[in-house]
């Protein structure tokens, strides 16, 4: 299975990007998604995730009410909503698939990772 992540690019403060996720297989759909982050010179963390079917899906709190994650299985593709962007979501942005359908924040419970894409936020 390969992710090819893309979308990312330069914002504006208080701007907004979509990033996309296509897996190369659709057996992708009966896996949980999620979207991970690495700022600069920083760790690598969570940012938000989304169930097999869409059913559950949860943020993390620095992105919650401005970042939503959706998914359309007919394509095999996730999406990453972000607005409001600030300067601290600079960072490279990577989607992965879970081992299983259920939603969840840890990264050891996701088996592939996208290659990342860069997205920075600037005035």
């Known amino acids: 299975v390969q992710l090819q992540a893309s979308g990312g690019g330069l914002a504006r403060i208080g701007g907004s990007l979509r990033l996309s996720c296509v897996s190369s297989?659709?057996?992708?759909?009966?896996?949980?998604m999620g979207w991970f982050r690495q700022p600069p010179a920083k760790e690598r963390e969570f940012v938000g995730t989304i169930s097999w079917n869409g059913g559950t899906i949860s943020y993390a709190d620095s992105v919650k009410g401005r970042f939503t994650i959706s998914r359309d299985n007919a394509i095999n593709t996730v999406y990453l909503q972000m607005d409001t962007l600030k300067p601290e979501d600079t960072a490279v942005y990577y989607c992965?698939?879970?081992?299983?359908?259920?939603?969840?924040?840890?990264?050891?419970?996701?088996?592939?990772w996208g290659q990342g894409t860069l997205v920075t936020v600037s005035s």
């Open positions: 297989k659709r057996t992708g759909t009966n896996n949980a």
């Open positions: 992965a698939q879970g081992r299983s359908s259920r939603a969840t924040a840890r990264p050891s419970d996701y088996v592939y």
